[in-house]
């Protein structure tokens, strides 16, 4: 092959490579700015803000120091790895968000003296906390609306969160937007419930894994009650497992179950899962109505049956 032809297909490539960046970029920033938009309009956010957008040959974008205002209130999401955005689609079908670092401008917005306020405040180093995001989906019209979404949180030294779930029957772009909703939270919460009527969510699981988290809370009870911390410990593993005294006869079985393996998740350094996998593949109107009988009559064991509810310490 000719040096010529190297010299053209050089030419080919760069030139390629020159007009997919430029796609991406106008591309992301457009679909980012009119998202951004639309939460404002709605009355989501007061104001969203980023520093820096940029976005790669494949379409992988990266953001800084995105301002989130609400009511007086702000948070600075630092660093935002956004990859797997289907630009196909006005709303996304795939998409993976990664979010690095915490800033809070005005301070963290715990203003209680619990140990638990003063336990996240330890975490905050001028103003910023550590915490690490991932949060993903995938949205498949065409299987009766069918979004499955993924999220992971991690606060080093604290814990680790995974979250998943399956929800069905529920158009995206009806779950997405917020410009209907009424500015009474009550109100709003029922129109939100309006439009989930007809969804069925079969499974979801979370996942928590102790990293420092229980030693520090029961430390910070210690500290506040001037007891010993082991003794702390053992009043509140006593507390949970014996819970279900309080309960109604026919939720105390699941209520025992429930409180020894909460109990073992004080010992610490555990992880505690909680999964569930309804009945009617978890179609709000079947279990709604059942939920509704078996309470009134008082029959909170169905209750756990129909939500096929299991919680493990391990």
């Given at each position: 092959?000719?040096?010529?032809?190297?010299?053209?297909?050089?030419?080919?490539?760069?030139?390629?490579?020159?007009?997919?960046?430029?796609?991406?970029?106008?591309?992301?920033?457009?679909?980012?700015?009119?998202?951004?938009?639309?939460?404002v309009a709605s009355g989501s956010y007061d104001k969203l803000?980023?520093?820096?957008?940029?976005?790669?040959?494949?379409?992988?974008?990266?953001m800084t120091n995105l301002l989130m205002s609400k009511a007086?209130?702000?948070?600075?999401?630092?660093?935002?790895?956004?990859?797997?955005?289907?630009?196909?689609?006005?709303?996304?079908?795939?998409?993976?968000?990664?979010?690095?670092?915490?800033?809070?401008?005005?301070?963290?917005?715990?203003?209680?003296?619990?140990?638990?306020?003063?336990?996240?405040?330890?975490?905050?180093?001028?103003?910023?906390?550590?915490?690490?995001?991932?949060?993903?989906?995938e949205y498949d019209p065409d299987n009766a609306f069918q979004?499955?979404?993924?999220?992971?949180?991690?606060?080093?030294?604290?814990?680790?969160?995974?979250?998943?779930?399956?929800?069905?029957?529920?158009?995206?772009?009806?779950?997405?937007?917020?410009?209907?909703?009424?500015?009474?939270?009550?109100?709003?919460?029922?129109?939100?419930?309006?439009?989930?009527?007809?969804?069925?969510?079969?499974?979801?699981?979370?996942?928590?894994?102790?990293?420092?988290?229980?030693?520090?809370?029961?430390?910070?009870?210690?500290?506040?009650?001037?007891?010993?911390?082991?003794?702390?410990?053992?009043?509140?593993?006593?507390?949970?497992?014996?819970?279900?005294?309080?309960?109604?006869?026919?939720?105390?079985?699941?209520?025992?179950?429930?409180?020894?393996?909460?109990?073992?998740?004080?010992?610490?350094?555990?992880?505690?899962?909680?999964?569930?996998?309804?009945?009617?593949?978890?179609?709000?109107?079947?279990?709604?109505?059942?939920?509704?009988?078996?309470?009134?009559?008082?029959?909170?064991?169905?209750?756990?049956?129909?939500?096929?509810?299991?919680?493990?310490?391990?």
């Amino acid at each position: 092959m000719s040096k010529n032809t190297y010299l053209v297909l050089a030419v080919v490539v760069f030139a390629g490579a020159g007009a997919s960046y430029f796609y991406f970029n106008q591309t992301a920033q457009a679909a980012v700015d009119r998202h951004l938009e639309r939460m404002v309009a709605s009355g989501s956010y007061d104001k969203l803000e980023y520093e820096d957008f940029q976005v790669d040959i494949f379409g992988d974008i990266k953001m800084t120091n995105l301002l989130m205002s609400k009511a007086g209130q702000e948070v600075v999401l630092k660093d935002i790895a956004v990859t797997n955005l289907d630009y196909k689609n006005e709303l996304p079908h795939t998409i993976n968000v990664a979010v690095s670092g915490i800033h809070f401008p005005n301070g963290l917005p715990l203003t209680g003296g619990d140990p638990m306020s003063r336990y996240m405040q330890s975490l905050v180093v001028a103003n910023d906390l550590p915490m690490e995001m991932e949060y993903s989906y995938e949205y498949d019209p065409d299987n009766a609306f069918q979004l499955d979404s993924r999220m992971n949180l991690q606060l080093p030294r604290s814990f680790t969160l995974d979250a998943s779930g399956v929800l069905r029957n529920v158009k995206l772009e009806s779950l997405m937007d917020t410009s209907g909703l009424d500015p009474d939270p009550a109100v709003a919460q029922l129109q939100m419930m309006q439009k989930l009527a007809n969804a069925e969510i079969p499974v979801i699981k979370w996942t928590l894994k102790d990293e420092g988290l229980v030693d520090a809370v029961i430390a910070a009870n210690a500290e506040e009650t001037s007891q010993p911390v082991e003794a702390v410990r053992e009043g509140m593993q006593s507390q949970l497992r014996d819970m279900y005294l309080f309960l109604p006869q026919s939720a105390q079985g699941f209520g025992m179950t429930t409180g020894i393996q909460l109990a073992a998740f004080l010992d610490g350094g555990k992880t505690l899962s909680v999964n569930l996998a309804p009945e009617y593949n978890g179609n709000f109107q079947q279990l709604q109505q059942e939920i509704t009988g078996a309470a009134f009559t008082g029959n909170f064991a169905r209750i756990a049956e129909l939500l096929h509810l299991e919680i493990l310490t391990q």
